[in-house]
């Protein structure tokens, strides 16, 4: 019954607003939909994993992943058909104006972040930037530095990675968080060592959405000499974000997030004071030897695009993502009891809405929402059946009231 209440309020507070058809007039980075083909349709609707639904469902599911916003597709699209030379090939003009779109889009990365082009690394994506910053310095740093702090809120990647180190001899500290999910500043500053080689703290979580308070953060760190790392991945073109307000050594970034394409990710690392990294991958030094391979031209161009626009519409964004987030917030409450927003609803990116229900369990409560695509969890431990560990970690189950 949970479910019904529930999608029928997600339809009528947040399908309104976009008509119909939920198309907008104006595009926007935050909130447009993209069109593409429907599925095979039966007489009865569409059909997938034996679950038929009238049509294709509602999607509020950013957090894991956008679709290309197509003035980038747009921008993208002469890097595969035309311009399609290796950005590292400099004998030829193919060559050049492969190298001249990526160092563009270097520099449209930077500016979002108010940082050099020059302390830009192109990656994979948020995941290997991680790998880098976190396996990197400490193994470039190993013989003075033995010891990371991070939160038990982190995403996989970056507690995967610590517990990788930590089999390598390295000591860990995972720092607990606040019920509102914040960090406690003062634990953090009792925590650091003289061995400490990095602090990394995610900036917006991606479960819950909570905005870390990352210039006190940077200037504790500041103040004992130690590089902090920042998983801005959920951050980016969504929160401003400035490098040296903040204090940040290393940052990681994806496009994905932020209506860019896929598989293109990016490594902030300051210059100065310089922080140094060894490299994870061998091969044929490009991005000044951090990330070896030939950078896919295209995909960085996308990158770029999609950051120059989430400069130009943040604000525009962000006051419409946070009405229509108070919009459906409201409309749930009216329906149902028992529901409470998971994380700080006052230090908290808009475009999320992480919430519980009583007396009902997530997996349940989805089975019951096939018209709409949200998740209950992270899209890499969504397969799990065990109760986020983020949740876990802010220990509301002790607070959830009891059945009759």
Known sequence: MASKFLATAIRRNIGKSSGASFRLCRFSTASAVA?????????????????????????????????????????????????????????????????????????????????????????????????I??????HF???????VITTQTEHKCVLDSCRHLQQEGFEITYLPVNPDGLVDLDKLRASIRPDTGLVSVMMVNNEIGVIQPMEEIGKICKEHNVPLHTDAAQALG?????????????????????????????????????????????????????????????????????CELAMKEMEYDDTRIRELQQRLLNGIRSKLEGVVVNGSEESRYAGNLNLSFA??????????????????????????????????????????????
């Not at 740093?141 to 010891?147: L, M």
């Not at 969504?238 to 394409?261: E, F, R, T, W």
């Open 359 to 404: 007396f009902v369990e997530g997996e349940s409560l989805l089975m019951g929402l096939k018209e709409v695509a949200v998740s209950s969890g992270s899209a890499c431990t969504s397969a799990s059946l065990e109760p986020s560990y983020v949740l876990r970690a802010l220990e509301l189950m002790r607070t959830w009231p009891i059945p009759p």
């Open 35 to 131: 069109a593409v083909e429907p599925l095979e349709e039966e007489s009865s609707g569409i059909s997938m994993k034996g679950v038929k639904i009238s049509g294709r469902p509602l999607y509020l599911d950013m957090q894991a992943t956008s679709p290309v916003d197509p003035r980038v597709l747009d921008a993208m699209l002469p890097y595969y058909v035309s311009r399609y030379g290796n950005p590292h090939s400099r004998t030829h003009l193919y060559g050049w104006e492969s190298e001249q779109a990526v160092e563009s889009a270097r520099a449209q990365v930077s500016a979002l972040i108010n940082a050099s082009p020059k302390e830009i690394i192109f990656t994979s994506g948020a995941t290997e930037s991680n790998n």
């Open 238 to 306: 969504k929160i401003p974000i400035d490098v040296n307000k903040m204090n940040i050594s290393l940052m990681s970034l994806s496009g994905h997030k932020i209506y860019g394409p896929k598989g293109i990710g990016a490594l902030y690392m300051r210059r100065r004071p310089r922080i140094r990294v060894e490299p994870q991958m061998n091969g044929g030094g490009q991005e000044r030897g951090i990330r070896s391979g030939t950078v896919p031209t295209p995909l960085v161009v996308g990158f770029g695009a999609a």
């Open 133 to 138: 910053s976190i396996k990197g310095v400490m």
């Open 141 to 147: 740093y190993k013989d003075k530095k033995r010891h």
